[in-house]
């Protein structure tokens, strides 16, 4: 039931001689929605965006966009247009040209050209810098015409590579600010390749996970964090324990478990490290069964009562906060 | 003595100055000789220290100097022309269309075996192979493709070109390679992705990308076609003459002071057109 412009992977896969790459996966994106695929290097994220760009062709399976299989069309035919992790800009080309690179080719005429890349420039404020060279930009200037040069073949689908990776922290912060405006401004869908969770955490309306060449878990932000469903996802989102109980496996964020009398706990415990991290302080507790639990604490309750390392402690949390997850 | 060495400024020239004694002995002190004794006389049995112009305007004067100029920059023209076309193309085989760097490596040696033998050799073996009763003639001639054999093939400007060609080749592969080896591959797929063609990627981002190498190139295949006289002498069976041969005679005839200002007017030609390249491109990039 796809609807408008939605874009739908239908079992893709893509393998490399013996090796599989992406395993048969299927996904729905939402029109209009900003998609973060997130994983850890080597799980077949790239290869997704790459095929859903063109680049690469499926082994088996189809890419179906606005209702129409696009698997084997050329990149510049889909409605897809890609931003290249180096951003790709060509060096010999002023930032004007390499904006309107894609209507010269097409056979648009110069003047024209200019007056449409000029457009795009405004839209990531980058008019003062048209007649450069890309060599004369900083990194976050490449990737702001990288961005306009993607965005001037009015692309349905725009597909980022680790758009960010390149940059300084500081930059980043604000790129990616700036690339959520733009996509509210646009109403295209995003769907942006990266190994950072807070980066997805912060853009995705959607996020989807991959570990291993398939989809662990897709879904809102908050319901991938809050609610994972496999270890993998629990310990690659970050701020999760993993706790192995007599029912099962459990992943509980760090900051829902609690320290309590030993009367009282769930779990005992011995303290192995504490450390201050300003607002809060984070207790590393070695518990039975030698499992490792993270507890994050507030820093006055902790400071009210303070534990020495090597201290026995119980812990405890609330029914609700524990989601069973499957390894 | 050891402040003297402490100095920045004396260190420097120090350090400098191997390099400067060598370029010295064996590249400015030879080419200034070569200009003094462009200013020589000569008799027919001696030639003496002067200042006279005579050379010059007796080179100037004769219209052989202006055809056998001629001659020599046709061959430059077109042995330029096909390695830049044959070259180009290997270079574009290798470096985009062998994927594994061990096939490319292997293939780049591949096209220096040639190079194991003298330059001489290889022209040499032209000759059986061209010749009038030679492999070609003989084989077209049982094919059926022509009576007699063709005289052209061999003594005439097309062996003289092909064995250039065959010679210059790789001199032109060799930097196209290079920098066809740095171009950034997701440039490729970046034009593609804008909906470039195959032969719109190549004119819009290859060819211009690659430019520098492309100069490099014509600079070696240009002044080596300049420069040469043997090969001319052997493929064209002394029928046809280029500067260099017109220089090696009056070696032999012993008339120095002439030859050398042959030779300043052959330097001079080729440094200019070498300033005429770099200024179409700036090739500093590369080197």
Partial sequence: MTTGQDLELVSLTKRYGETVAVDKIDHHFRAGSYACLLGPSGCGKSTTLRMIAGHEDPTEGSIVLGGSDVSWLPPAKRGTAMMFQSYALFPHLSVSDNVSFSLKMKGVEAATRRKAAGEMLELVHMTDFADRLPDQLSGGQQQRVALARALITNPQVLLLDEPLSALDPFLRIRMRSELKRLQQELGITFIHVTHSQDEALALADEIVVMNNSIIEQAGSAREVFNAPKTEFVARFMGGHNVIALPHGHFAIRNDQVRLTEMGESRIAGKITGVEYQGAHVLLNVLAVGDQEITAIVPEEIFFDNPIPPDTDVGLTWDDHALHPVTA | MRNLLKNRNVS?????????????????????????????????????????????????????TYSVFFNTFKYAVITWGFTLVIGFTVAYFLAFHVRSLTWQIALFLLCTIPF????????????????RNGLANSTLISWGVIDEPLEWLLFSDFSVILAFVHLYTLFMVVPIFNTMMRIDRSLIEAAYDNGASGLQTLTNVIIPLTKPGIMIGSIFVVTLVMGDFITVRFMSGSQSANVGRLISNDIALLQYPSAAATAVVLLSTVLLIIAVLLRFVDIRKEL
């Fill in chain 2, 12 to 64: 420097g020239w120090m350090l400098a100055s191997p390099l400067a004694v060598v370029l010295v002995c064996f590249l400015v002190l030879p080419i200034a000789m070569i200009i003094v004794v462009s200013f020589w006389g000569a008799t027919e049995f001696s030639i003496y220290p002067a200042f006279l112009f005579d050379n010059y305007a007796f080179l100037f004067g004769s219209p052989v």
């Fill in chain 2, 116 to 131: 194991w033998t003298s330059n001489i050799i290889r022209m040499i073996s032209w000759i059986p192979f061209l010749g």
